[in-house]
């Protein structure tokens, strides 16, 4: 599972990059994923909308398994 979901956030990573900010897989427990907020994503006001609005979305678009995404 954590190999699925590295593949997800590679393919998302370019994007957070471009506005200086990053995504770490931390771990997958069950059916939650946690993830780091790095870079200009670290304590933006808009982390929170990335990380469900953009992330979470995208993982359990492809991985309907999956049903929450935490920054941890």
Do not use: F, W, Y
């Not at 590295?6 to 994007?15: A, D, F, Q």
């Not at 609005?53 to 995404?69: M, N």
């Amino acid at each position: 599972m954590k190999e699925k979901v590295e593949k997800i956030l590679n393919k998302i990573r370019p994007v957070l990059q471009r506005d200086g900010g990053d995504v770490e897989l931390v771990d997958v427990e069950g059916t939650v994923v946690k993830v780091r907020l790095t870079g200009a994503c670290h304590g933006c006001p808009m982390s929170q909308m990335t990380l469900k609005a953009g992330i979470e979305k995208i993982i359990k678009q492809e991985i309907p398994e999956i049903t929450q995404v935490v920054a941890v």
